[in-house]
């Protein structure tokens, strides 16, 4: 009997329309990485477990797909582990492989292994799928594609400036104002971890921090309580919650705050700096906010962290974000690279523009003209003709059986195509064609020449 | 301690300049396509199992890779397999998702899971990567990508000569001249086995007759002995090795031997048809060619066969091939569906294209200029200029760090910019740039406006 046929959940089927589309964002974000200097490389979709395992905690580990060896994979499987039904530790004996879990861990390792080949500091991106076993929900895949841009090799602030330019001109390019860049500094994180005495509870402290945007103050606060952060130092916290206005009046209060911490005062002078130089140099489309409240991945990133949030008409998480790491190669035995990037939701960005009406009209690239088809010599006759139409770039088809005509034309009605072309023994005679448009239902007599002058 | 990093054997990093080719391999292909009418589709990675699970025959199923279930997976594994220690049959009952072996078995699955919102026939194009356990050898990986182009839902002769004119526009649009087009047709295969009475032989005596190129007449017949097929029929046989000349001429050749054959007589007529079509619109960069010994996969098509050979003056394996199968979706459930398709084999095309020194040099799209970085005053006047030449999308970076010339110059030198901007003080105060010709050394003074001049 035959199967019927499903995909995996979490995963998608695209069609032509959502292909074209997404290719639209692709190529946006493509052309500005160019012209920013970055360049492309990929990396294979799987990688060797022992890249992947270990490198974005237990649940990370839990949630990369793994790939069972081929064979006999039971030969080489760990005896203890299969008999005690321990699927977690048999694991590593069946399976070698993993599906890349993001890019930033491939990126690190093509860093180290092709060192010798790359000159530093390297610009690069990357735009390719990756893979998460998470449980799928709206707007959660199996399956989705990051586009990555990161620079190793260099602690130069010029970065962190240049990341905010090119977040502005892909949202510039893709039409959508109103994006707002929200920036922070992991040293300004630690500065108030130290200014409150709370240092030990760094990662606590800012993952309740950055809540504020969901459960408000008070539910910061009570968090905090929760985690043990003493009243005293809620109090002295206070500030951080007042802090109003534009960017440079946010670092004036932010000055006041981290007095006591030079940790702090650098990562003023760093947002500082940032903000100076978009001064000087406007955006576009976006708006260049500070947010210390922003963590993000805290864990990882040392300096700048990004956070790129949807204009505010629309209900939406963050479609952005990305950050400086001052150990990004550590892990495979190349010290002190730095490194900064910053990540699009290709998804997310999706849904922005849809819901928006952004997407170009001539985004699908459909078929400009459908030939009739009357039979074999008349099917010759318009071969001839679409060869040159293609030639001439424009978009033809032929039809390819002479089917009843109504059936044809309701094919290209339904496939929304503009134009179709009528061409029986008489247009044959007189080397022409009769021209129909499929909207207003006008007709006109041409040669090729005129047909190729309405349809380019 | 450090992992020394390295990728899964039979898989590729792509380094920047490797990428860039093999996207303008993709990119020309792809503007073919869709200039044909094509429509993109995507489909997952991974499908479930049943849907890839005896597509391929036992050696195919063997080199599916399977994705180990997520979590508990031993939870669910089938006891008697796991006492048994019996791999192959534990698999199903530990791995529900497999990845992609080939892009046509998840377009059949398309097809029908979605036959209600596609218009009939369906002309798709689909460029992703699959992934085989084979052994890896020379041109030979466990991930690569495939570019397919199929329709289906008619049984349009016209198609097939479209298809002789879509790869003969890719090959024209990669500047590859020489490329030789050859077809067969099923059914002048089966009529073969027919007039030589071995209509029960027919897989074996063609997949002898396929060799010819490889052993020789004698091998094959040799083979062909082996195989149980009489001396009486190899005698019958024998003009099929004495067809010669042009396209046309075979085919007079080929109605003698195949005059007792119905199916035979049919085959002739098809291919007869495609050689007159193309006779009226002559091909730009190939040569169409009959050629009777080439079976590919015969299982699978019924009707067209086709494969492509790179120029002679290069030594290659086909480039490509494919051919018509009258039932593509049956195994889904929804019968007489007649598809043809082609496929392009992006990475021998990309072995030829580099052997012949084919690929534009412009297709690196390399920084084209480099503004030498002299500390945070200076840095800032660069970018500012960098800036305004994106926007005239010229490719311009600042050496994010002030450091010595020579590093700086040396990295430009490396990474072949082919222009550096020198900007101090006194650039600074007449408003002026000295822009310089890494390669003559030559330099010149400009204002911003003579910098994008001679840039772009």
Redesign the interface.
């Known amino acids: 009997m035959?199967?019927?046929?499903?995909?995996?959940k979490g995963?998608?089927?695209?069609?032509?329309e959502e292909?074209?589309k997404r290719?639209y964002i692709f190529n946006t974000i493509q052309t500005e990485f160019?012209?920013?200097?970055f360049?492309?490389?990929?990396?294979?979709?799987?990688?060797?477990s022992?890249?992947l395992m270990g490198k974005y905690g237990d649940e990370g580990d839990?949630?990369i797909?793994?790939?069972?060896n081929?064979?006999?994979?039971?030969?080489k499987?760990d005896e203890k582990s299969?008999s005690e039904?321990?699927?977690?530790s048999?694991?590593s004996s069946?399976?070698?492989?993993a599906?890349r879990y993001d890019l930033t861990v491939p990126f690190a390792?093509?860093v180290?292994?092709?060192q010798n080949?790359i000159?530093f500091?390297f610009?690069?991106y990357q735009i390719q799928?990756v893979?998460r076993?998470d449980r799928p929900q709206k707007g959660r895949f199996r399956?989705f594609f990051q586009c990555d841009a990161d620079?190793v090799g260099?602690?130069?602030l010029?970065?962190e400036?240049?990341f905010v330019?090119l977040y502005d001109?892909v949202f510039n390019k893709l039409g959508l104002d109103g994006v707002s860049i929200k920036i922070n500094n992991r040293k300004v994180l630690s500065g108030f971890a130290e200014v409150i005495g709370e240092q030990d509870k760094l990662i606590d402290f800012t993952v309740a921090l950055d809540k504020l945007d969901k459960i408000g103050e008070e539910g910061v606060k009570k968090e905090m309580r929760e985690k043990g952060i003493s009243e005293e130092a809620l109090n002295k916290i206070q500030p951080i919650f007042n802090l109003k206005g534009s960017f440079a009046e946010k670092i004036e209060g932010l000055k006041g705050i981290l007095e006591g911490s030079e940790n702090g005062q650098k990562g003023i002078e760093e947002l500082q700096f940032i903000q100076k130089?978009i001064e000087?140099?406007p955006l576009s489309a976006a708006r260049l906010d500070l947010d210390v409240t922003l963590a993000r991945g805290l864990n990882y990133y040392t300096g700048a962290i990004y956070e790129v949030a949807a204009p505010e008409n629309v209900k939406m998480g963050s479609i952005g974000g990305g950050g400086r790491y001052d150990d990004l190669t550590?892990?495979?035995?190349l010290k002190d690279m730095s490194g900064i990037g910053i990540s699009f939701g290709l998804d997310r960005i999706y849904l922005v523009l849809e819901e928006l009406g952004l997407f170009p009209e001539t985004v699908t690239?459909n078929?400009k003209v459908l030939f009739i088809?009357f039979g074999e010599k008349e099917?010759?006759y318009a071969?001839?003709a679409v060869?040159e139409l293609?030639a001439k770039?424009v978009?033809?088809?032929?039809y390819?059986?002479s089917a009843k005509m109504g059936k044809q034309m309701k094919?290209a009605d339904?496939?929304q195509i503009p134009y179709t072309v009528l061409a029986g023994e008489e247009e044959m005679d007189q080397q022409k064609f009769t021209l129909k448009n499929m909207k207003s239902g006008e007709q006109s007599s041409l040669d090729i020449s005129g047909l190729a002058e309405i349809l380019k």
Not at 94 to 97: A, H, L, T, W
């Open positions: 035959a199967q019927k046929p499903s995909i995996p995963t998608r089927d695209f069609s032509p292909v074209a290719n160019k012209r920013f200097g360049q492309p490389i990929e990396t294979p979709s799987f990688e060797n022992s890249t839990r949630l797909f793994k790939i069972l081929s064979g006999d994979f039971l030969r499987a299969l039904k321990d699927s977690l048999l694991t069946i399976s070698e492989k599906l390792r093509y180290v292994q092709h080949e000159e500091p610009k690069r799928p893979w076993a399956e620079v260099s602690k130069s010029w970065q400036v240049e330019q001109s130089a000087e140099m550590g892990i495979f035995g690239e078929t088809n099917a010759l071969m001839k060869r293609r770039n978009i033809a088809e032929l390819p059986d094919y339904k496939r």
